[in-house]
């Protein structure tokens, strides 16, 4: 599924739990894993590195991508240079009792990273599998069905127990399918995705799925965070390069990460 996965590492008191969380992705995943940390080559930080890899009981002889500069700046240079197609960082920059916030770096890279992302908000030095997974989608397109079918591959895999489709239908877009003569838009969009889930009915997942409605994408905010999910899998494209990155029912998640996020991501150009 990816060539290699990057972590971008810090020595922040959560360092090792991202780590494990990034490892335990690579091995998922079946793919390398590399490091990534957004300053000069040091020995002694070297040294650092490498002994929470011997803790962990990693390949001693994973890459480490020291890289000078701005920190999301830095991390897209390496992920451009080594060809990551999957990156790997913590994602909070507050936690409140009613919101995660998301951080500055992970803000810049689910704007501008081309390639997918799992950004994780409480990461654990023994990370579980995910017992529950979200997938969110904005629209039925080809790319957002691919999305839906990634999700349910790598839930058959880890052994996830349920897997939830939520489809945001805001006020807005129920105007405008009205207005193009769809008075019974919301019932074909019930029955598209009713297709959608058959399509994967022997699969050992229990699969659901929710149309939810609202004026704001913080619809389908609310509904996460208020959910067991631990695991939230959405659509993004970067291309044509001046497109926004979410659709805009599902832009909230640049400011705001409920739970860990798979961002799984379209882009013009990507190497195959």
Known sequence: MYR????????????LAVLSEAASVSRSMKAPL?????????????????EAIRRLGLDENLDIHFQAGD??????K??????????????????SVHRNFTGNVARELLRRAPCDLILTTNPKEEPNLPSETVVVLPDLSDWSKHVFHR???????????????????????????????NANGAEQVECSLETLIKQREQCPVELDFHVLRGNTGFT???FIQSSSAD????????????MAPFAPVLDWIIQVIPKKLWVIRQVENRHQ
Not at 231 to 242: A, C, E, G, K, Y
């Open 4 to 15: 290699q996965v990057g972590v971008a590492t810090t020595f922040s008191p959560r360092f």
């Open 34 to 50: 590399c490091l990534i940390h957004a300053d000069v080559f040091q020995p002694e930080k070297d040294a650092r590195f490498r």
């Open 71 to 76: 920190p999301s700046e830095a991390i897209l």
């Open 78 to 95: 390496v992920q451009t240079n080594a060809r990551i197609d999957l990156l790997v960082a913590g994602a909070l920059e507050t936690e």
């Open 151 to 181: 999700a349910v591959d790598l839930a058959e895999k880890q052994g996830t127990r349920q897997l939830t489709l939520v489809y945001v239908q805001t006020t807005f877009a129920e105007a405008k399918e009205k207005a193009l003569g």
């Open 220 to 222: 389908a905010c609310e």
């Open 231 to 242: 695991l939230v899998v959405m659509p993004s494209q970067l291309s044509p390069p001046d």
